[in-house]
């Protein structure tokens, strides 16, 4: 029971660090690149991340295989039309100005 809630402490500490858009591209056949920096993130090959988007809604988390080399100093994702919740996030990106912030 201890390690889980010392898990559960990490996570909740992890997503209360702020994450920045570098840069959101909108791909072909309703793809959507999105280019994310998170201060002292490190990443391996095949890791995933649990995405979040308050907007559409505060509980769903959904997984998503991170797409950028261990290199770069960014990490990012390509979301496919494939549902409720990429379609509801494809139309937010898709309606934002040109330059702007997406959505926490």
């Not at 840069?23 to 090959?45: A, G, N, T, Y």
């Not at 308050?54 to 295989?65: D, M, N, V």
């Not at 979301?79 to 040109?98: C, F, H, N, V, Y």
Request: net charge positive; proline share 6%; with cysteine.
């Amino acid at each position: 029971m201890i390690i889980y809630l010392c898990e559960r402490l990490v996570r909740f500490i992890r997503y209360m660090q702020n994450v920045q858009y570098r840069k959101i591209v909108m791909r072909p056949s309703k793809v959507l690149e999105l280019q994310l920096v998170k201060k002292s993130f490190k990443m391996d090959v095949g890791q995933y991340v649990f995405l979040n988007c308050p907007a559409i809604s505060q509980l769903e988390w959904h997984p998503f295989t991170m797409t950028s080399a261990p290199e770069e100093d960014f990490f990012s994702v390509h979301i496919r039309s494939a549902g409720d919740w990429t379609d509801k996030l494809i139309d937010i990106m898709q309606k934002l100005p040109e330059g702007a912030q997406g959505p926490k």
